[in-house]
């Protein structure tokens, strides 16, 4: 443990939370491509319920996790002061948003795609069999990736509680 003169008891952050840094980046440009986000996002604080209708959005829901990736990558940068619940809280309020976003993604697409048209470019287009997925459950390797990455987050929390024995202890 090393202990600096003027701040905190702090602990090196495991090789699992560092690396949270690029699996932050990725995940973000992810959902930035896959549902179009703008550069800013505006969020209504009228009153309380305003929230109500903005929350049940897609794209806000993903703006926010966004956010909280953000936030992730800057906690998981070497250097970088943080504590073991920061950790777990942000990976906490980003599990639910990441869980759903590969499924967000699809009903996103489905409900955007004229398939009127879509069908007449299949018509034109060459057709090879090895692109047809014969199962409808034959993963795609987009959304694997996706959840490989959202798994690391999981790993990070984990190795943030071993090191901090269950603990609050700052990393830095």
């Given at each position: 443990?090393?202990?600096?003169?003027?701040?905190?008891?702090?602990?090196?952050?495991?090789?699992?939370?560092?690396?949270?840094?690029?699996?932050?980046?990725?995940?973000?440009?992810?959902?930035?491509?896959?549902?179009?986000?703008?550069?800013?996002?505006?969020?209504?604080?009228?009153?309380?319920?305003?929230?109500?209708?903005?929350?049940?959005?897609?794209?806000?829901?993903?703006?926010?996790?966004?956010?909280?990736?953000?936030?992730l990558h800057l906690i998981?940068?070497?250097?970088?002061?943080?504590?073991?619940?920061?950790v777990i809280a942000i990976?906490?309020?980003?599990?639910?948003?990441?869980?759903?976003?590969?499924?967000?993604?699809?009903?996103?697409?489905?409900?955007?795609?004229?398939?009127?048209?879509?069908?007449?470019?299949?018509?034109?287009?060459?057709?090879?069999?090895?692109?047809?997925?014969?199962?409808?459950?034959?993963?795609?390797?987009?959304?694997?990736?996706?959840?490989?990455?959202?798994?690391?987050?999981?790993?990070?929390?984990r190795a943030i509680v071993?090191?901090?024995?269950?603990?609050?202890?700052?990393?830095?």
């Amino acid at each position: 443990m090393e202990n600096t003169h003027d701040g905190p008891e702090t602990l090196p952050k495991p090789d699992e939370l560092l690396a949270l840094h690029s699996v932050a980046a990725r995940l973000f440009d992810t959902l930035r491509n896959w549902f179009d986000i703008e550069p800013k996002v505006t969020i209504d604080l009228t009153e309380i319920d305003s929230a109500v209708i903005e929350l049940s959005s897609p794209s806000m829901i993903i703006a926010m996790a966004m956010r909280k990736l953000q936030a992730l990558h800057l906690i998981s940068t070497p250097g970088v002061l943080t504590t073991t619940d920061t950790v777990i809280a942000i990976v906490n309020d980003l599990d639910r948003a990441l869980l759903q976003a590969p499924s967000m993604r699809l009903e996103r697409e489905a409900d955007m795609t004229n398939w009127d048209e879509a069908l007449a470019q299949m018509k034109k287009e060459e057709i090879h069999p090895e692109d047809i997925p014969t199962l409808a459950s034959e993963p795609d390797p987009e959304i694997e990736e996706f959840q490989v990455h959202h798994e690391a987050l999981h790993h990070a929390v984990r190795a943030i509680v071993e090191a901090s024995n269950g603990e609050i202890k700052y990393f830095q």
